[in-house]
């Protein structure tokens, strides 16, 4: 149900923009999340946007990527986004996305995507 897109390779300091689809309806998880999983290390959690309200979201990030990576959504095209700008080797990974029905955002996710592989050169 999930499709993840927008992986590639670039070079460090470049900004890339993931994708993540939903297909079979609406667009209606109350939490869609990002996590990625480097060679040799364990899945790890990268941002997440929350629905609190009609319109209102809350969103968080991982330490390592704060003020670099930014999360949307856009529930009108049953869409969203990770927006990855001044990107660097150690942000070499597979991303995932995520979505749960719920507001926990750190772990428990229902559904999952198939990873897109990003790439990052120095």
């Known amino acids: 149900q999930l499709q993840a897109c927008g992986g590639g390779l670039v070079q460090a300091g470049a900004s890339l923009r993931l994708s993540c689809a939903a297909s079979?309806?609406?667009?209606?998880?109350?939490?869609v999340g990002w996590f990625r999983q480097a060679p040799g290390k364990e899945r790890e959690f990268v941002a997440a946007i929350r629905r609190a309200g009609v319109r209102l979201y809350y969103t968080n990030y991982a330490d390592a990527v704060k003020g670099r990576f930014t999360i949307s959504r856009d529930d009108a095209k049953n869409t969203a986004y990770l927006q990855m700008n001044s990107l660097k080797p150690e942000d070499t990974a597979v991303y995932f996305c995520?979505?749960?029905?719920?507001?926990?955002?750190?772990?428990?996710?229902?559904?999952w995507g198939q990873g897109t592989l990003v790439t990052i050169s120095s």
């Open positions: 995520a979505a749960d029905p719920t507001d926990s955002y750190l772990s428990g996710y229902k559904y």
């Open positions: 079979g309806g609406t667009f209606s998880y109350s939490t």
